[in-house]
């Protein structure tokens, strides 16, 4: 289970795009980084996971450099509705444990 | 299709008291796991259930229990309430484990006075 690191928050404001680094240097070589988003009062959502490269789906981007000892989660544009904590967790697929969240990143839009 | 549920939303509960906190989805995941959120923390894995009769503690177990009898249900147990058991719960389901997407309930907000 990798250890991440992640700022424990950020500002920005709408229409920018919005990069979130996490630092996880001891992933292992079957871990996939998965971010996952939370709102006030609701529980976290999955937002998109990778192992390498780049992965890019309607929500986000995802890059993963060559030494896979960070990502950036890339929000394009943000709203206020993008206001939330985001959160980086490093596990195997299939792995034999449930992963455990930190304290995430609290992202807040302003107008 | 419901994903997964939880009741109840809000609860408030004396020092002592008991409760149990239910979870259920519905589909059809082996995997579930019940979390405790606090102000401006994230979340911390309780217990967990890897499939119907099967249950393990996770970081904070203490105070808690948990039964699988079916694989849509995980109910989770406060024998003896404590102000300390002041949190939002959520529980989670997944078809793995380990980096498989997670999905989460809504969330139940108990305060023990």
């Known amino acids: 289970l990798a250890k991440t690191t992640q700022p424990i928050s950020m500002d920005s404001y709408e229409g920018q795009e919005v990069n979130i680094t996490c630092s996880h240097n001891?992933?292992?070589?079957?871990?996939?980084i998965t971010w996952y988003q939370q709102f006030p009062s609701q529980g976290p959502r999955f937002i998109i996971q990778g192992y390498k490269t780049k992965v890019t789906n309607e929500v986000a981007s995802l890059f993963i450099p060559a030494d896979r000892k960070s990502s950036t989660l890339s929000l394009p544009r943000v709203s206020l509705s993008d206001t939330a904590v985001y959160y980086c967790?490093?596990?195997?697929?299939?792995?034999?444990?449930?992963?455990?969240f930190g304290r995430g990143t609290s992202l807040i839009v302003h107008p | 299709n419901a994903g997964v549920t939880q009741t109840p939303k809000f609860q408030v509960l004396k020092t002592g008291q008991s409760m149990t906190l239910q979870c259920a989805q519905d589909?059809?995941?082996?995997?579930m796991s019940w979390y405790r959120q606090d102000p401006g923390m994230g979340l911390r894995l309780i217990h967990y259930s890897v499939g119907a009769g099967i249950t393990d503690q996770g970081e904070v177990p203490n105070g808690y229990n948990v039964s699988r009898s079916t694989t849509e249900d995980f109910p989770l147990r406060l024998l003896s309430a404590a102000p300390s058991q002041t949190s939002v719960y959520f529980c989670a389901s997944s078809q793995g484990q380990g980096g498989s997407e997670q999905y989460f309930g809504p969330g139940t907000r108990l305060t023990v006075t």
């Open positions: 589909m059809n995941h082996e995997y």
């Open positions: 967790l490093g596990a195997e697929s299939g792995g034999s444990y449930i992963p455990t």
């Open positions: 001891n992933i292992a070589t079957n871990d996939y």
